[in-house]
């Protein structure tokens, strides 16, 4: 909202800048988010009265003025705009004076004729949009002024921030009041005395829906002057609020809302037959609002109606039929209280937004309909004359304000700081409550404008808020807490995070929603669909983190960044029937060169078992790693001769695999890409370590190669030999895979080194030959393996 | 005897010949082997009469140890030359760049998430997580958000479709999840992800949040303030960071606050980013609305609380100086890797 300064000043005018105001109103919770000028910077420009218009004899669209400037001095002006005339008060830039867009004005020749100055329109002088001919300056206007002072003088713009909660702060009275209380200052309030009723003529009110309308208040104004115009005055205070005038009806009531925040309409009399009904709408009835469109109405929203149809909608909008037009004499002025409750939802359906409805939905004072109505008539009748009726004021039941109490020690201990009993009840007051002060306690009924005070702890609010929040110091909480539980077999998500990142990946958050048809085409189904999606590619919850690191490789290799690793924490979102599982998992994706471009390291693309190295790693910090389970498995996202899911102790862990060929193909990705995705909360399960004897016995290791098929898994064989030797314990590693000459095809050589070891005595070399020999004879009985020589 | 010392000058001269242990070796036998010079000398001391032998054995083994000495020296001499060529050979570049994998790094809101759960955890506060998909009771009803009222359509809030969920709006459903389930007293701290539908330079509809609840007896405005000033000024780093509480409103919180610091880049005298008033506003807080602590079975009789939120992003930007929020979700390598 924004509000002229000089306006509120006619409130109450606080010795202090427009800069203190706004600091203070912010610093109350009033906050003033700008301060600007007014008025355009418009120097040398002054009144003038056009004395004498001639055609200019070599151009027949242009003008030459004579314009009076003071008491004894004209200037001879070309004018080109349609509408200059003898007698008419216009706006005049003297020489070296300049417009607001920067141009200078000189006397200069037009023509073949001297212009000594310039005329305006409302554009050219920054003050309204108008270009269609010169501003027409009130008749009464002095000749020689200066236009900022027609205008009202140099003034500045708040822009006011209110948060939902404060709607009694939508006007100029209401900012008002808080400086009031701020600088402990009567208002000033503008005249709303009844304006006597000239005529007898109402119309009957029925208030037939008393809870979605409980205040109706309207009166007749019959016979307006149809030529009248918006004084210059009000129209400026308009244009400073960022309002556009649009008929003097229109713009009185909008200044009234402006002043007093209370939201008023205005019927073309004529359109109306019978009486107001305020009612709720029947299903089926449609009406032509404001906007220009026709809203089909539903049986939740209230309309104010005549004995026939729909006129408007309560407290949004109002309909176009009976809108007050450039040739209506006759009137009828609403002003009526909607509660706050239902009118945002009503705005939301219609999909409008007005100025009545967001202070109706932030709360109006139910009180304030009268005196509203009284204002705009006497407003109204100073310059476009009519007759008024008597103000027709129909109320449902009233709601007494509750009684709080205030307690002189909540107030002290929520603030942390003693506010002194005269401040409490001084603030109070000037904010409208009704108090009373009692033994260490204050009873306080809060004002009808106040929508947001409940309890006792709102009073403390406003209390702080206007004593300063500045003045409250800054203390430690003591602390009695015992030290926090560490669990020392739940491991941090730190350390994962570490041991990625020191395995060379970047962490990386995406977003948790993800364009739908990808996350189809990489999970196989549908995730969670957004009712509102922000971007038509950010349409389903995620169900898993590749979609995201998928997009996040795309966008990096479109900018030369060929080799990645990275990684993401984060939830996924599974629907299960009507439930949604929501869990944590750990995705990583890389992509081309294991190691980066060195020197002395043979350049080699990475794969599988190079992501295997770094899901194992995340293993060993639970001390899991060799419980570690892959069993190739199709998957929809993954080359089906690389894809294994993932099982840790039996259980599921997760998956891990080449993107399928095909996909690359499609995302045009031209490099292999591996992908893993855990589950978190197994990889957390840490374990407490106990420390196991360590044998002082020496070691003996022993190689061999067998031969077996090539389907025939590594975890089959060595988990053979495991078995073979148990419970013997034994260590045993693959270092060789070999195909080729010597090898019959179908068949693989895979070379094998064993350390054995005895806990009870050294490992002689013949029993360390004979645990070989019985390894092999498994591996040739069970797996059909030859040995390599 | 003169033999002799001819002998020892002739050995001292083949031994410094030598460019070998090998040639070294054969000097040593020539003159000390079974059959060498010297040991025939002392074999020969045998043929000479009694009264010379203790004399003439005197001299042969002095001059055996001389060349035992002479021979000794120059070993030394010729393996210390050794040592120094293999090692002139194994010199390296020092100055090459190391070998292997190229350590990657942490996102910049992991930092800032981990920098602010670090500065709470040293004060004894839980770190709790709550669902991202919520409810409309966690996130708006049990927050004090009326059904109709203007600041719950302020929200912006996402939904889901056929489901009657959203996605939480901020951390604060997680205040309630952390009170219901351990009651007060309670301090907690809840970090994590939340999404308005909104989008811009300083707008992403994802962002981050960390909450922080105490609840205990006596709880003031005070002490929420002593708490965040503690936390704001070890989180930047200054100690003279000023703090500004300006009433605001939040429906969950009474009284409500937003805090502003002095503008840590021209502390506090005006300049471009706090837009030359000096403050920057950092986050929102107040004293736990006594509806939300009866929603969660609490006894307000005895116990108030406070609480706040922070963005994530926020603190990104003004420590990292990350302008362009949207930044942190496009994942750029080049932008990721400044934060390693």
Redesign the interface.
């Known amino acids: 909202m924004k509000l002229s300064e000089q306006w509120l000043r006619e409130f109450v005018n606080p010795r202090a800048t427009a800069g203190e105001l706004a600091e203070r109103l912010?610093?109350?919770?009033i906050?003033i988010s700008s301060v600007t000028d007014a008025l355009p910077a418009i120097d040398k420009v002054v009144v003038g009265e056009v004395l004498k218009v001639a055609r200019h004899p070599q151009a027949g669209k242009l003008s030459i003025c004579d314009v009076r400037i003071s008491a004894g001095k004209q200037l001879q002006i070309v004018c080109g705009a349609p509408n200059v005339r003898t007698g008419m008060k216009v706006a005049v830039v003297l020489h070296g004076g300049r417009l607001p867009d920067g141009t200078e004005v000189h006397v200069s020749q037009l023509r073949g004729v001297e212009s000594q100055g310039m005329l305006c329109s409302a554009r050219e002088l920054g003050i309204a949009d108008d270009h269609s001919g010169l501003v027409e300056l009130p008749v009464d206007s002095a000749v020689g002024k200066p236009l900022v002072q027609v205008l009202g003088g140099a003034d500045k713009v708040l822009e006011v921030e209110i948060?939902?909660?404060?709607g009694d702060c939508l006007s100029v009275l209401g900012i008002a009041r808080e400086l009031g209380t701020l600088f402990d200052l009567d208002l000033n309030l503008p005249q709303c005395a009844p304006v006597k009723p000239t005529i007898k003529d109402t119309l009957p009110v029925n208030l037939a829906a008393p809870e979605a309308c409980p205040v109706f208040a309207g009166r007749i104004i019959r016979g307006l002057r149809t030529d009248a115009v918006t004084p210059l005055w009000m129209r400026e205070r308009l244009r400073r609020a960022g309002l556009r005038c649009v008929h003097p009806v229109v713009d009185v009531t909008q200044y009234v809302m402006l002043e007093l925040g209370q939201p008023m309409h205005a019927y073309d009399l004529k359109q109306l037959s019978g009486g107001i009904v305020v009612r709720m709408a029947r299903a089926g009835e449609s009406l032509q609002l404001l906007d220009g469109n026709t809203h089909t109405l539903e049986p939740d929203m209230l309309v104010i109606a005549d004995s026939k149809r729909p006129l408007g909608v309560g407290g949004i909008m109002g309909g176009t039929a009976s809108s007050v037009q450039v040739d209506t004499r006759d009137i009828y002025l609403e002003a009526a209280f909607f509660p706050?409750?239902?009118?945002?939802?009503r705005e939301?359906k219609l999909g409008v937004q007005t100025d009545a409805a967001y202070r109706f939905?932030?709360g109006v004072d139910p009180t304030g309909q009268t005196r509203a109505l009284e204002r705009a008539t006497r407003l109204l009748l100073d310059f476009a004359n009519g007759e008024p009726g008597p103000v027709n004021r129909v109320a449902g039941r009233k709601n007494a304000a509750a009684k709080l109490v205030l307690r002189q020690l909540k107030l002290r201990?929520?603030?942390?700081?003693r506010v002194p009993e005269r401040e409490v009840g001084r603030i109070l007051s000037r904010l409208g409550f009704r108090t009373r002060k009692r033994a260490h306690t204050w009873e306080v009924r809060a004002p009808s404008y106040r929508f947001?005070i409940e309890?006792e702890?709102?009073l403390?609010?406003e209390v702080?808020?206007v004593f300063g929040?500045?003045r409250?110091?800054?203390?430690?909480?003591p602390?009695t807490?015992?030290?926090?539980p560490l669990p020392e077999q739940q491991l941090p998500l730190?350390r994962l995070?570490d041991i990625?990142?020191?395995?060379?990946?970047?962490?990386?958050?995406?977003?948790?929603?993800v364009d739908g048809p990808l996350q189809q085409r990489l999970t196989g189904g549908p995730g969670?669909?957004?009712?509102?999606?922000?971007?038509t590619d950010?349409t389903e919850?995620r169900c898993s983190l590749w979609p995201g690191l998928i997009q996040?490789l795309r966008?990096?290799l479109n900018?030369q960044?060929k080799r990645?690793?990275?990684f993401e924490c984060?939830?996924s979102?599974i629907p299960q029937h009507d439930e949604?599982t929501?869990e944590n998992i750990l995705s990583g994706l890389i992509t081309g060169s294991q190691?980066?471009a060195?020197?002395?390291?043979p350049q080699r693309v990475a794969d599988l078992a190079d992501l295997r190295g770094d899901v194992e790693a995340l293993l060993v910090a639970s001390g899991a790693a060799e419980r570690l389970e892959a069993s190739a498995a199709p998957h929809p996202a993954l080359h089906p001769g690389q894809s294994a899911k993932l099982y840790l102790n039996g259980v599921d862990l997760g998956w891990m695999g080449a993107l399928h060929p095909i996909l690359l193909r499609e995302m045009t990705l031209d490099q292999p890409v591996l992908l893993f995705e855990l589950r978190l909360e197994p990889l957390l399960h840490g374990r407490l370590p106990k420390l196991a004897p360590i044998s002082p016995f020496p070691s003996l290791s022993r190689d061999l190669a067998v031969v077996v098929d090539e389907r025939v898994p590594a975890a089959t064989i060595l988990g053979l030999v495991r078995e073979a030797v148990a419970p013997q314990p034994i260590e045993v590693y693959i270092f060789d895979i070999y195909h080729g000459p010597g090898i019959d095809s179908g068949r693989k050589s895979v070379a094998l080194s064993l350390i054995l070891q005895d806990s009870s005595r050294t490992l002689t070399d013949e029993a360390a030959d004979a645990t070989v020999k019985h390894v092999v004879r498994q591996l040739q009985d069970k797996l059909g393996a030859t040995i390599r020589d | 005897m003169l033999e002799l010392d001819q002998l020892i000058q002739e050995a001292h001269v083949r031994a410094a010949a030598s460019e070998s242990l090998a040639a070294l070796d054969e000097v040593r036998v020539h003159y000390l082997g079974k059959k060498g010079v010297l040991t025939e000398q002392l074999k020969a001391l045998g043929s000479l009469p009694a009264m010379e032998r203790p004399a003439a054995g005197q001299h042969v083994n002095r001059a055996k140890q001389a060349i035992t000495e002479l021979l000794d020296a120059h070993r030394h001499e010729l393996e210390q030359r050794a040592l120094a060529k293999q090692l002139a050979s194994d010199a390296v570049d020092v100055t090459?760049?190391g070998?292997?994998?190229?350590?990657?790094?942490?996102?910049p809101?992991?930092r800032i998430l981990?920098r602010v759960q670090a500065l709470f955890?040293s004060?004894?506060f839980?770190v709790e997580e709550g669902?991202?998909?919520e409810d409309e009771f966690h996130n708006f009803d049990a927050l004090n958000f009326?059904?109709?009222?203007?600041?719950r359509?302020?929200m912006d809030t996402?939904?889901?479709?056929?489901?009657p969920?959203l996605?939480r709006t901020h951390t604060s459903p997680v205040q309630i999840r952390a009170l219901l389930k351990h009651g007060a007293p309670l301090?907690v701290i809840a970090p994590g992800?939340t999404?308005r539908?909104?989008?811009d330079v300083t707008h992403t509809?994802?962002f981050h949040q960390v909450e922080g609840l105490?609840v205990?007896a006596?709880?003031?405005?005070?002490?929420l303030?002593?708490?965040?000033?503690?936390f704001l000024q070890r989180f930047f780093e200054k100690d003279d960071l000023k703090?500004?509480?300006?009433?605001?409103?939040f429906?969950f919180v009474?009284?409500?606050?937003e805090v502003d610091i002095s503008c840590i880049f021209c502390n506090g005298t005006g300049c471009r980013v706090c837009k030359q008033t000096g403050w920057l506003e950092v986050l929102g807080c107040g004293?736990v609305?006594?509806s939300v602590l009866e929603t969660c079975r609490v006894d307000t009789r005895r116990y108030?609380g406070w609480a706040f939120g922070v963005g994530i992003e926020r603190l990104g930007m003004l420590r990292y100086g990350i302008n362009d929020i949207r930044m942190?979700?496009?994942?750029?390598?080049?932008f990721?890797?400044q934060f390693?």
Not at chain 1, 472 to 477: D, E, S, V
Not at chain 2, 146 to 151: D, E, L, V
Not at chain 2, 158 to 163: A, E, I, Q, S
Not at chain 2, 225 to 230: E, F, W
């Open positions: 912010t610093l109350a919770g906050e948060t939902p909660n404060r706050p409750q239902t009118i945002s939802s939301r939905a932030r201990q929520l603030l942390g700081i947001d309890r702890e709102d403390v609010e702080g808020r929040y500045d409250i110091p800054a203390i430690a909480y602390s807490q015992r030290m926090l730190a995070r990625l990142t020191g395995r060379g990946y970047q962490e990386v958050i995406t977003y948790s929603f969670i669909a957004l009712a509102n999606p922000i971007t950010m919850m996040t966008y990096n900018r960044q990645m690793r990275i984060g939830m979102f949604i929501q190691y980066p060195q020197w002395g390291l | 090459l760049p070998r292997g994998q190229d350590p990657g790094g942490l996102h809101v992991t981990e955890t004060l004894g839980r669902p991202e998909i009326k059904p109709a009222h203007p600041a359509a302020e996402f939904y889901l479709k056929d489901r969920l996605l301090r992800r999404f539908h909104d989008y509809p994802m105490l205990d006596g709880v003031s405005m005070a002490h303030r002593g708490t965040l000033t503690d703090l500004r509480f300006r009433p605001s409103y429906p009474e009284p409500g606050a004293l609305h006594p108030s942190n979700y496009e994942n750029d390598l080049r990721l890797r390693r």
